[in-house]
């Protein structure tokens, strides 16, 4: 029993050692609920980034997390990702927040230039990354989170992170309705 209350505070104390949801040093804004909803803008067409986008939103957030995904065919003001294509001067891909209201992101989009993105790992990566800044995570953690390039092999969350997700996040469900 004392075993088990150890390593809880352990892993408290490690996830609230990074930023999380406050948009401050590079991390992102906490979601405005646990349903995270995509798009494709009509540029964001190659296979690689298609795919990437789904595994990001599939495999790492609604399979490693409490919060669950949602395809938009049509991308509008209620969703919470749009995916697309940008030139972004020397950088593989941006999240920025397009609808702030405080510390909760009520929409944003996820870019990507692709002259920087060499095949599925880098997309796959990229994209767990910028998904990850979609849900308020700091570029901390030996995971996709982690801002340096390690040939695309860091595709998911770590513990850290996926706590920091399912129990920081502290969205407020009545709140926000969509509108």
Do not use: K
């Not at 790492?60 to 001067?89: A, I, K, P």
């Not at 790992?121 to 800044?133: A, F």
């Not at 996709?144 to 920091?164: E, K, P, Q, S, T």
């Amino acid at each position: 029993m004392v075993a088990v209350v150890a390593i809880a505070l352990v892993l408290v104390q490690a996830a609230s050692a990074d930023e999380y949801g406050n948009g401050e040093d590079q991390a992102g804004y906490r979601p405005d609920n646990s349903q995270h909803s995509y798009c494709f803008r009509q540029n964001f067409d190659g296979d690689n980034a298609r795919a990437a986008a789904h595994r990001a939103m599939g495999t790492v957030l609604d399979d490693q997390t409490t919060m669950s995904r949602d395809w938009h065919g049509e991308c509008d003001n209620q969703v919470d990702v749009m995916f697309r294509y940008d030139s972004l001067d020397g950088v593989d891909g941006e999240w920025v927040c397009l609808d702030l209201d405080g510390d909760i992101c009520l929409s944003g989009r996820v870019s990507f230039d692709p002259t920087y993105l060499d095949g599925i790992n880098d997309w796959e990566q990229t994209t767990c990354h910028e998904v990850g800044h979609s849900v308020g995570l700091d570029h901390a953690s030996w995971d996709c989170m982690w801002y340096y390039d390690y040939d695309g092999l860091l595709r998911r969350f770590a513990d850290h992170h996926v706590y920091h997700i399912n129990h920081d996040r502290c969205y407020r469900r009545d709140r926000y309705r969509r509108r």
